[in-house]
């Protein structure tokens, strides 16, 4: 058996080999015995960037090829500046180590059902409720310090200069409609003035998404019981966090947008709100309005960003 990682030099390599665990499980398994956990009912993840697997149910084992260190760098910093200063549960650091120039966390496994699987059977007073839920755990994640995560690249200033100078190339390659695809050279000098470059930074994990919490129900009530996955932590202005849950999950619902900013700590819901949360919807690093905005019919709902904004966040 191969006990040795094999270097890669391109995205798309690495993702056939993490398709293949017969070719990384044995290896996965032997930093595993390593550390002397039981490796007798392995679980591979399938899902996800990295190669992952299940160590019963309380462990879980997550290596990072050398080409993406940097969500080895954000996870890593993320569990340990978190640690203990949020009431919501989230991944404790095990074991740490690195293999063949592969960085690797052995994790706890928390208790839950993955939000993806539950979402979209909840009515809508728990969605409302949930929503609130995870507007109250962004502020509690903001509310740490930053520490080391200060360091972490990219900058926030250096960032957002760089995805406005994409924008306009990233929605047209994307096809992004040219109704939409027009408003954006206005937008972009909004947010400019709107996006603060210089403002104390907070912890931002950029995807508060179904895929990356966990749900439990007691009695008849659906709650938020844990997060997990921050490998693509920022530090920056915190209504960047907003946009996963507000593409994702409120799908331009009034109750639900309404549950998830007052959960935040946003009282009000103004245009300059509204205008400041679609340019960081367009610039944010995974931005693919067709693919992520889950309001049906939105392209004919709206002509333009103006009335996509007032879509999106009514009220």
């Known amino acids: 058996m191969s ?26 398994l032997d930093i595993a015995r390593g550390h002397g956990l039981d490796i007798s009912s392995p679980h591979v993840f399938s899902t996800g960037t990295n190669l992952v ?24 910093g993320s569990l340990t500046q978190l640690a203990g200063r949020l009431a919501l549960p ?37 969605k409302e409720r949930v929503l609130r ?44 409609a040219p109704k939409f695809l027009a408003g954006l050279d206005d ?49 920056g202005w915190r209504d960047y966090d907003l946009l996963g849950p507000s593409a994702f999950m409120a799908a331009g619902r009034p109750g639900r947008v309404q549950s998830l900013l007052e959960g935040f700590g946003y009282a009000k819901l103004d245009f300059a709100l509204k205008r400041r949360l679609m340019a960081l919807m367009l610039l944010h690093r995974a931005s693919d309005l067709n693919g992520h905005v889950c309001i049906e019919g939105w392209q004919e709902k709206a002509n333009d960003l103006v009335e996509l904004q007032d879509l999106i966040w009514p009220g």
């Not at 960085?103 to 979209?120: D, H, M, N």
């Open 133 to 176: 839920q995870i507007g109250e755990t962004i502020a509690a994640v903001q509310r740490a310090p930053l520490g080391p995560l200060a360091h972490i690249e990219p900058r926030w200033d250096d960032f957002m200069r760089a995805q406005m100078q994409g924008c306009t190339a990233r929605h047209t390659r994307l096809g992004l």
């Open 53 to 76: 697997v299940g160590l019963g149910d309380k462990l879980i084992l997550k290596i990072f090829p050398p080409l993406l260190r940097a969500q080895f760098v954000s996870e890593r």
């Open 187 to 235: 937008l972009l000098r909004d947010a400019a003035e709107l996006i603060p470059m210089d403002a104390p930074p907070v912890i931002l994990i950029g995807e508060y998404i179904p895929e990356n919490f966990l749900l439990a129900c007691r009695g008849d009530q659906w709650s938020l019981t844990g997060l997990f996955d921050f490998g693509d932590v920022l530090a």
């Open 90 to 126: 989230i991944p404790e650091i095990v074991a740490e180590g690195e293999r063949c120039g592969w960085p690797y966390l052995v994790i706890t496994r928390l208790a839950g059902t993955l939000g993806s699987e539950v979402w979209p059977q909840l009515g809508e007073a728990q």
């Open 3 to 28: 006990t040795t990682l094999p270097h890669f030099t391109d995205a798309e390599s690495f993702r056939a080999f993490r398709a293949d665990p017969s070719q990384w499980l044995p290896i996965a």
